[in-house]
């Protein structure tokens, strides 16, 4: 392929998928977009603590050949292009890449450049794992209690973009179309002349690609629950279907790993609820994961007051991006929020922190590079590089108990010393360096 937006051609090996395996060679490239606002300064941060990670852990036997890809506003400056194709055929070719966060205006101007990366190379899952790293300021009691994996199906729903604006001609097409196919649903709108319409598409295939994907995390990774997180008594034939896709999912292709509320509710009705305990219960015993559900609303309510019953959740996309940015202030806030957006069948992922370009503090290298550096961690996971991921844990927490951390974690901790972004990751490297 040739790719005229790089004078240089790039040097290093390229990652291929082998029978479902991903196939790493010692010298990977690997894609990197900058991002908006705050990202280049987080970037400059996380390539630097991922590169001695990497030294660290091989002494030189492997490296990743970073190659700039462009996105957003920097793609704009340089080539008009808010996306250029280059840069999705270079994500696809290379497999496994990195970004900072990209700008979205609010209600006007163009449409998320990160919803179309997801949609475009298909990463149907946004993996987001939130725990609690030690020292870490929370608002809450005990944040040790939160380890929680959430799969966000990141494809489809509200966020695919189907969206017709108040008073345009289109909106003003669809809904003579709907007045003339669908009398009933059209007399539900309130105020027709002035609705803007969204639509929410959320198929079966979609629903089971993304909870297979949190079933088999669930498995590999010895986790006790997947929760199907939904609003199914409201939306029943998007939210609600998710739902029941899910259980009869799990019901259908891991009847030996899971025990589900669902079978719970059958045999109780069969045999009584003494007899659906039981078996519920024997099934716990023997290790079999358990799959149930909780609607949208309360799970806000009870990810805090009980986060011990939550587990690996799988969810949709609306909810999953509410639920992330929630779930991560209780443990330390956006700025150590970490996850990847992946696709297990084709083995694309591209690494992201969960938060935004936080534009008031772009360029001041002010905010906390944790999030990309996190997202980095799970990078090196992904390609299966265990030893480098594990020393940048351990630096992490070295770096935190030191207490020599950024804005966001200064102000909430006793007898901190507020350093800088960049100057936080020189921490965590010299924490590499130096393990205790
Ligand atoms: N995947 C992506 O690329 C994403 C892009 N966006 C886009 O980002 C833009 C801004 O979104 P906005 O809603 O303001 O949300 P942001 O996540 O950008 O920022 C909100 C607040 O979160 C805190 N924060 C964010 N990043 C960090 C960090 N690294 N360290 C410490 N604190 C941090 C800051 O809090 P405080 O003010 O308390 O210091 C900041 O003001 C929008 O255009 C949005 O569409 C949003 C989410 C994801
Ligand atoms: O695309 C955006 O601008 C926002 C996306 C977002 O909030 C997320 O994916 O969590
Ligand atoms: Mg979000």
């Known amino acids: ?159 695919a973009g189907v969206e017709f604006a108040a008073g345009s001609e289109d909106v003003k097409l669809f809904l003579t179309l709907l007045k003339e196919n669908f009398p009933a649903q059209f007399d539900k709108i309130r105020f027709p002349e002035t609705s803007g319409i969204g639509i929410k598409p959320v198929s079966k295939d979609g629903t089971e690609r993304l909870v297979r994907a949190a079933i088999d995390y669930a498995i590999t990774h010895k986790r006790k629950s997947v929760t199907i997180v939904h609003k199914g008594n409201i939306m029943k034939f998007t939210e609600g279907a998710f739902r029941l896709w899910a259980y009869a999912l799990a019901e259908r292709e891991y009847p030996e790993q899971t025990y589900t509320w669902e079978q719970w509710e059958k045999t ?51 909810n999953g991006d509410y639920l992330s940015d929630a779930l991560a202030a209780q443990v330390g806030g956006i700025g150590i929020a970490p996850g990847g957006n992946i696709n297990y069948l084709t083995g694309t992922a591209i690494f992201e922190a969960t938060h935004g370009t936080a534009p008031k503090y772009a360029n001041l290298d002010k905010v906390n590079p944790g999030s990309l550096i996190l997202s980095g961690e799970m990078l090196l996971r992904y390609l299966g590089w265990q030893e480098a991921a594990d020393k940048l844990i351990d630096a992490m927490d070295a770096a935190i108990a030191s207490k020599q951390v950024t804005y966001d974690f200064a102000r909430l901790t006793d007898n901190a010393t507020e350093v800088s972004c960049s100057q936080f990751a020189d921490k965590i490297i010299e924490c590499l360096q130096n393990p205790a």
């Not at 305990?277 to 949208?296: E, F, P, R, V």
């Open 1 to 159: 392929m040739s790719h005229p937006l790089f004078t240089n051609p790039p040097q290093g090996g390229v990652i291929t998928l082998h029978n479902g395996k991903l196939n790493v060679p010692d010298n990977p490239i690997i894609p990197f977009i900058e991002g908006d606002g705050t990202g280049p300064d987080i970037w400059r941060a996380t390539v630097r603590v991922l590169d001695a990670a990497i030294a660290c852990a091989y002494k030189g036997q492997r490296k990743i050949h970073w190659l700039e890809v462009y996105a957003g506003e920097k793609a704009f400056n340089l080539f008009g292009n808010w996306l250029p194709d280059e840069t999705i055929d270079l994500c696809r070719e290379y497999k496994v890449s990195i970004k900072g966060p990209l700008t979205t205006p609010i209600g006007g101007g163009i449409r998320s450049l990160n919803v179309a990366l997801r949609q475009l190379l298909d990463m149907y899952v946004c993996l987001r794992p939130v725990r609690w790293f030690k020292g870490v300021p929370s608002p809450v009691k005990n944040p040790g209690a939160v380890d929680m994996v959430i799969f966000r199906e990141n494809t489809e729903d509200i966020y």
């Open 268 to 318: 109780k009705a069969q045999l009584g609820e003494a007899a659906a305990n039981k078996q519920q219960a024997d099934a716990l015993t023997s290790g079999k994961i358990l799959i149930k559900d909780a609607i949208a609303d309360i799970t806000l309510q009870q990810i805090l007051t009980r986060p011990e019953d939550f587990d690996v959740i799988a969810t949709l996309n609306l």
